[in-house]
């Protein structure tokens, strides 16, 4: 009885979630990316509220849980009475731990989701497994991509191109 109560009002938020996300424009934007869906489309628009609060992808990384946490200690040291920066390496900590939790499920949803289907993200994240990447930091990866075109799209008003799965120069 619980169960069919809880289902019903499942079904019910879900209405209202689509309704509510009607009302945006935005919400046609974000549907012509591949694995984001009418319930993604509305959880984003719900959750980010507006693309202009990052001013660059790695700060909706950051948001999102898919930036990498780094630590470094004794840059510096003396060598003969002078300061020279230690060739130590950063050490990785992994993912940042303060973020929006449910941004990071909803591109790692989309993520996990556009690596088993047919289209460009697929093909985008074969070629990273081909390159010898590991499934997981692959997913990572494309997840990032999807976040990325995801505040292109919204900011710019653009279209969705699969020209944008590109490997860029860094």
Do not use: C
């Amino acid at each position: 009885q619980q169960l069919d109560a809880l289902q019903a009002l499942r079904q019910q938020v879900r209405r209202d979630l689509l309704a509510e996300s009607r009302k945006h424009s935005e919400r046609k934007l974000l549907r012509q990316i591949p694995s984001i869906g009418p319930i993604r489309a509305a959880l984003l628009i719900a959750l980010i509220q507006t693309p202009h609060r990052f001013r660059t992808k790695r700060q909706l990384w950051a948001y999102s849980g898919l930036a990498i946490e780094t630590h470094d200690s004794a840059q510096y040291r003396y060598v003969a009475g002078q300061l020279q920066r230690s060739k130590k390496p950063q050490q990785l900590r992994g993912l940042n731990r303060n973020h929006n939790h449910d941004l990071k499920a909803i591109f790692k949803g989309a993520a996990t989701k556009a690596s088993s289907g047919a289209g460009p993200f697929h093909d985008f994240y074969e070629a990273l497994l081909t390159k010898g990447m590991r499934p997981s930091m692959a997913r990572l990866t494309l997840a990032r991509k999807i976040a990325a075109i995801t505040l292109i799209v919204w900011k710019k008003g653009a279209h969705f191109d699969a020209e944008q799965l590109k490997p860029q120069a860094a």
